[in-house]
């Protein structure tokens, strides 16, 4: 039980919920609360998909070209670190933003808005460094429950951004960024104590 809250909280705030959240509302502002929540239920399959193929394939991408697990986690933690810091500054933590009214519940919402190039690492150290089968259940389960809590969030967006405001948004943001700068200065301290032991 302890290990599913603590990849539930922990893969909660590396899907940057606020700043998908922001995102969201920005690219749907002409849309009807009809559209959107059908776009919230096809972003939340779309990255339901995509997570899960990095966590399952995580070990044996390592495998085919020959990373450490502990080199990556420093990699991963340092990509975590810059995408923590632009929140913290309000910037977009490296996801880019599309005018493209079209067809955007894939790109840019579900990728890489939501899951970005710090959230693909820590998936695929999370696939790769758990070994029982009972933690990666454990552990899938909690990726899944995080992914329906953003998605439940997306649903909800438009009634979200009445009761916070943009500026309530704002400060959610900067503080997941506060939240993931620590995460990843865990990830890169394990790493870096793997590779030096």
């Known amino acids: 039980m302890q290990l ?11 899907l940057t919920p606020f700043f998908v959240i922001s995102m ?17 239920f096809r972003v939340t399959l779309a990255v339901i998909v995509i997570s899960f193929t990095l966590y399952i394939l ?28 632009a929140l ?16 955007i519940a ?14 693909t690492g820590v998936l695929l150290v999370m696939g790769a ?22 998605g439940l969030l997306l649903y909800a967006a438009g009634r979200i951004e009445r009761w916070l405001g943009q500026t309530g948004l704002s400060i959610l943001s900067k503080l997941t960024g506060l939240i993931l700068a620590s995460i990843a200065a865990q990830l890169m301290l394990t790493g870096i104590k793997g590779l030096l032991g």
């Open 4 to 14: 599913f809250i603590s990849q539930y909280l922990k893969l909660f705030f590396v």
């Open 24 to 40: 969201f509302l920005a690219l749907t502002g002409d849309f009807t609360e009809s559209k959107r929540r059908r776009l919230a």
């Open 106 to 119: 894939v790109v840019p919402l579900a990728l890489p808005v939501t899951v970005g190039p710090a959230t």
């Open 58 to 85: 995580g070990k044996y991408i390592f495998q085919v070209f020959g990373i450490t697990l502990d080199a990556f986690k420093v990699g991963a933690g340092a990509l975590l670190f810059l995408s923590a810091a």
């Open 129 to 150: 460094e758990l070994n029982t089968l009972a933690e990666k259940l454990t552990a899938g389960g909690a990726l899944l429950c995080a992914i329906l809590t953003v």
């Open 88 to 103: 913290v500054q309000g910037g977009t933590g490296g996801k880019e933003e599309r005018d493209n009214k079209g067809d």
